[in-house]
């Protein structure tokens, strides 16, 4: 049976990033991040519930036991978040993508036209893209001669050799899609569209299953990044990205950057 809730603790105890609690700790070590010990330690938690809880032989825990756990793991809110929703996972009667949804298509290609000429586009829980204008289709160099159903935002970050050559933080950008993969997908990590583009993915990529095994969870919100033109010159842009929750859409919007 999958064991999600323990996975992302493990996973998240053994990065590398994650520090001993106590000065003495950090003396020589075999191990990266944390011991079961020393996270259950740091909850407030003993360390047999926390072994039961990375086994999978425990999976509710209590939002004070969440709330411990973020804090000893050094948690983002989205990670934390994350947790919460794997606490509960259940999959939704309403998960299916929405390319082939005519109505809710044309409603998104009406939102992402009316801010051109800044790029835009629409993208579903598995970052296909349903809706762009010819500005935010133009940011992934060939996607205008792909079909609907293959334009893939995160496949095309990790698999087209395009992609680094186009965006400058090319790997910040990535490693984000692939977090975000995975905190759009947390109700169902199981659901067989995800497990099918995750394979596809691992095949084409080993930087993509490093990542994907780590865990990783950040939902796409603003930055500022770089582009390189048509023309090869670098310009600046700001994205922002505006959740649609009922749809399970988010849309993109590119401005120029301040």
Same mark, same amino acid.
């Given at each position: ?81 994350? @947790?919460?929703? *794997?606490?509960?996972?259940? %999959?939704?009667?309403? #998960? ?17 036209? !009316? ?7 629409? @993208? ?21 001669? *792909? ?26 950008? !990535? ?10 997908? !947390?109700?169902? @990590? ?16 080993? @930087? ?41 859409? #988010?849309?993109?919007?590119?401005? %120029?950057?301040?």
């Amino acid at each position: 049976m999958p064991n999600e809730l323990g996975d992302f603790l493990r996973a998240r105890r053994t990065d590398a990033a994650l520090q001993p609690p106590v000065p003495g700790g950090a003396g020589r070590r075999r191990i990266s991040g944390l011991r079961r010990e020393e996270v259950a330690s740091a909850a407030g938690i003993s360390v047999d519930y926390f072994i039961r809880l990375e086994q999978g032989r425990e999976k509710h825990p209590s939002d004070t036991v969440i709330d411990a756990l973020a804090r000893a793991l050094s948690l983002t809110s989205d990670a934390k978040e994350h @947790l919460y929703r *794997l606490r509960g996972a259940a %999959p939704s009667a309403e #998960r299916g993508t929405h390319t082939d949804d005519g109505a809710l298509s044309a409603r998104m290609t009406a939102l992402v036209e !009316a801010v051109s000429p800044n790029a835009a586009y629409v @993208l579903d829980r598995l970052s296909n893209m349903i809706a762009a204008n010819a500005e935010g289709l133009a940011l992934y160099e060939g996607f205008a001669e *792909l079909t609907p159903q293959q334009r893939n935002t995160c496949r095309y970050l990790m698999t087209d050799s395009r992609a680094p050559q186009n965006f400058i933080e090319w790997e910040e950008l !990535a490693r984000g899609a692939v977090a975000h993969l995975r905190a759009a997908n !947390a109700d169902d @990590l199981q659901d067989p569209e995800l497990q099918a583009l995750v394979t596809d993915l691992s095949r084409q990529s080993s @930087l993509f299953t490093d990542w994907w095994s780590e865990h990783i969870v950040q939902r796409r919100r603003a930055s500022i990044t770089h582009i390189r033109t048509s023309t090869g010159d670098v310009v600046a842009r700001r994205y922002e990205v505006l959740h649609l929750p009922d749809e399970a859409l #988010r849309m993109t919007i590119w401005l %120029p950057g301040g």
